[in-house]
């Protein structure tokens, strides 16, 4: 786990409902949506971004403000024959998601799980899934969350992690 704090990028003057952090581009050099993210975290005074790997096949990046959980972006490796409602099973956020129109992922104000265009010689048998989990107290935004998961997905696509 390592810890990467933005606090130094000030934002704004330090009133109630601002921000003194900046928001981050990346998300554990993961490139995402900036503008999108910013839509998706509370106000407060620090930000901490810290990359998770529970296990090889699972990770997981977590956006803290002022020590709360306000963010949370994955990727996992799930066998083939996973579809994204088993990967929606584990994110309590997508409990009454729908699939969008072209079956390509779920989304909710709060939540987003999309399957990844990749193949990776570490993962054989596998197929990549991304999620976006909002934890931030009154945030429900789905075009945020999807432009999020959206770029989330796209630079994941781009990463080593699909070669």
């Known amino acids: 786990m390592t810890?990467?704090?933005?606090?130094?990028l000030a934002g704004c003057a330090g009133t109630d409902g601002e921000r003194d952090y900046g928001v981050p581009a990346e998300?554990?050099?993961?490139p995402v949506d900036r503008e999108a993210v910013s839509r998706l975290l509370p106000s407060g005074e620090q930000i901490a971004v810290r990359e998770k790997n529970p296990v090889p096949s699972r990770h997981r990046c977590q956006v803290n403000i002022d020590g709360k959980v306000a963010l949370v972006?994955?990727?996992?490796w799930w066998e083939d024959g996973a579809g994204i409602v088993d990967v929606a099973r584990g994110v309590p956020q997508l409990k009454s998601a729908k699939l969008t129109e072209d079956d390509s992922y779920l989304l909710t104000g709060t939540a987003a799980a999309k399957k990844?265009?990749?193949s990776s010689t570490e993962h054989p048998?596998?197929?990549l899934f991304v999620t976006v989990?909002?934890?931030a107290d009154?945030?429900?935004d789905s075009a945020a969350v999807e432009k999020v998961m959206t770029s989330y997905a796209r630079s994941v696509e781009d990463s080593a992690a699909c070669r």
Do not use: D, I, M, T
């Not at 998300?27 to 993961?30: F, P, Q």
């Open 3 to 8: 810890p990467v704090l933005f606090g130094f």
């Open 27 to 30: 998300l554990c050099g993961v």
């Open 73 to 76: 972006a994955s990727r996992e």
């Open 116 to 118: 990844v265009l990749c």
């Open 125 to 127: 048998g596998h197929r």
């Open 133 to 135: 989990q909002v934890y």
């Open 138 to 140: 009154g945030v429900n």
